[in-house]
């Protein structure tokens, strides 16, 4: 157990509470047309930005393309041991970014029907099937979030206007790079489990 890891996680697992919980109250209290609300509602904006920014750039690629990919090996865990290497980069970056990339995209879209499926502001957003909403409206965006990234597409939830669509489609693009990702990930490290047996 590496003191230098465990202190990067720790500051990590940190900085993202501040930073969803900043956003948690962007949500709560962005819902208006006032100053104060649009300042909570534009924060909670930059807030998903700014976290979605982290995920591309420290995790997916400083861990995984210039540690891992460049230099055969990652602070996961040494060149020498490529199996541990690929599940630890696997479960510890791929899977918890890909997690960040949905939940921040989803309190995108519920920031912006402003907590209310069925208000006017969301209906001229986004199409939805009343049959099949939960009630909760962030389970409902963080479900169309996760339904978009992975390109399955359901189409019980779905975009109108301008914004959300041009949203989904970066996400869309992201979903992509994380099918990449993983597959550079597994191929690289039995690449190099080939070459150290030989």
């Known amino acids: 157990f590496n003191k230098g890891i465990i202190q990067k996680n720790l500051a990590d697992l ?7 919980l900043g956003i948690y109250l962007a ?7 006032n100053f104060a609300n649009k300042l909570f509602r534009y924060s909670g904006y930059a807030l998903c930005a700014f976290n979605l920014f982290r995920v591309i750039k420290y995790r997916l690629y400083d861990d995984l393309y210039l540690r891992a990919l460049e230099q055969g090996g990652s602070y996961l865990g040494p060149p020498s041991r490529p199996g541990l290497t690929l599940l630890q980069g696997i479960f510890n970056v791929l899977l918890r970014s890909y997690f960040f990339v949905v939940v921040s995209f989803g309190f995108i879209y519920a ?3 402003q907590g209310n499926l069925n208000s006017p ?14 009630g909760n ?5 963080l479900y169309f979030s996760l339904i978009t990234i992975s390109t399955v597409g359901y189409g019980d ?3 109108i206007a301008v914004t959300p669509k041009l949203l ?3 996400e869309i693009i992201l979903g992509y790079f994380f099918i990449g990702a993983l597959l ?7 690449g190099n489990s080939n070459r150290l047996k030989h």
Request: hydrophobic share 55%.
């Open 14 to 20: 940190f900085g993202n509470v501040v930073i969803f």
């Open 27 to 33: 949500l709560l209290y962005g819902r208006g047309s």
């Open 111 to 113: 920031i912006m029907v």
């Open 121 to 134: 502001i969301a209906k001229s957003l986004f199409s939805t099937n009343v049959d099949n909403l939960s």
């Open 137 to 141: 409206v962030f389970v409902d965006l």
């Open 157 to 159: 939830i779905s975009p």
């Open 168 to 170: 989904c489609m970066f």
């Open 184 to 190: 550079a990930l597994i191929t690289g490290n039995y």
